[in-house]
């Protein structure tokens, strides 16, 4: 019952974070942004912490207790592949975080996205999609 649990929480989690990843990335693809579109970029970056979070917990409990040995995963080039995105996807998107908070203290409306944050935003949607083959591939014992 708690393996399901966890699964579910996990993938749950990353369904939200595809989701809240596709929203940033369609809302900073304006030519010009204003206060509004920021607070709902902030919005959606609050909802991928969160699950970033969820997903890692629920994720450190399989690994741990609930799934396939620990060694199953340790011992796997997928399993390194998916937490070496998951720590660079998770670094890059820092950076969104120190734009959104300076872009909301100088309130220079309407204003544009500097092409390094839209090109980290576009990294972690590929991070997210790497992350799910290299689950996929641990889950089935196979690359999907």
Known sequence: MTLTIAKFAH???RILLVLSSIQKNRLISNPSLDESIVLKM??????SGAMSGVMLLSGLGMLLWWAK??????????FAIK?????????????TKIW????LRTAHWPQSAPDMVKRGLRFDLICLSVMTLCGLSLAHGSFV
């Open 69 to 78: 040995p620990t060694g199953y995963y340790l011992d796997s080039v997928w």
């Open 100 to 103: 959104m908070r300076r872009a």
């Open 11 to 13: 993938v749950f989690a």
């Open 83 to 95: 937490m070496a995105f998951f720590v660079v996807g998770s670094t890059w998107i820092v950076l």
């Open 42 to 47: 902030r919005t959606w970056d609050k909802v």
